[in-house]
């Protein structure tokens, strides 16, 4: 069975600390990982990951892939009270074109303290 | 354009109750999904819907079922509700060539007692 297991569950930090989240995973067809932020309600989408060892950026958020070892991470440097969220990590499997599913993993709750 | 709208946005029955929710999207795009989020299961895929006219069955898709009634709207519909389906409803949408990107509703808060 395919599983994506998310560390910490939870995780509270100081305004300007860096964090680092982590993403394991062990699927089959695996095709992408991709990251999401939840706030208050809807998912939205950071980034996908196809390639090991490609770090995809964006501001002040990254995050790398090693599908090696099955891991991503998502970094947040220079951390702000507007990262607070739930961050959730899924893959992605395709069986064939137009059937992609995602399975997601439970999310780490990150809570930054001004 | 409002992205994906789902209703209604709170919704309380009582168990054996039916009800349909109801999901929209105005982005014109092929793929929609269901999902369920429960407190540290994360999100499951109910039914999903690659095109119009095709559903699919996802990881939790029991006591559920779906309509792709035209390209714009997926409803999920709970024949009979029962306690353990309590859960946030989300619907999400995605382009077929920007698969992994999808676009998430508002969610739907449904409690069954």
């Known amino acids: 069975e395919d599983k994506v297991v998310q560390s910490p569950l939870s995780l509270v930090v100081h305004e300007g600390d860096t964090v680092t989240l982590n993403c394991s995973y062990e699927?089959?067809?695996?095709?992408?990982l991709l990251w999401y932020k939840q706030e208050k309600k809807a998912p939205t989408f950071l980034f996908m990951l196809t390639s090991s060892g490609i770090e995809k950026k964006s501001g002040r958020l990254s995050s790398i892939l090693d599908k090696k070892e099955l891991f991503s991470i998502l970094n947040i440097t220079a951390t702000q009270t507007g990262d607070s969220a739930v961050y959730l990590c899924a893959h992605e499997q395709s069986f064939n074109f137009g059937n992609e599913k995602l399975t997601f993993g439970t999310g780490t709750r990150l809570t930054i303290i001004p | 354009n409002a992205g994906v709208t789902q209703t209604p946005k709170f919704q309380v029955l009582k168990t054996g109750q039916s009800m349909t929710l109801q999901c929209a999207q105005d982005m014109n795009h092929n793929s929609m999904y269901w999902y369920r989020q429960d407190p540290g299961m994360g999100l499951r895929l109910i039914y999903y819907s690659a095109s119009e006219g095709t559903t699919d069955k996802g990881e939790v898709p029991n006591g559920y079922n779906v309509s792709r009634l035209n390209k714009r709207e997926f409803s999920l519909r709970l024949e009979s509700a029962a306690p353990s389906q309590t859960s946030v409803y989300f619907c999400?949408?995605?382009?077929?060539?920007?698969?992994?990107?999808?676009?998430f509703g508002p969610g739907t808060r449904l409690t069954v007692t």
């Open positions: 999400a949408s995605s382009n077929r060539d920007t698969y992994y990107e999808q676009y």
């Open positions: 699927v089959t067809n695996f095709r992408s």
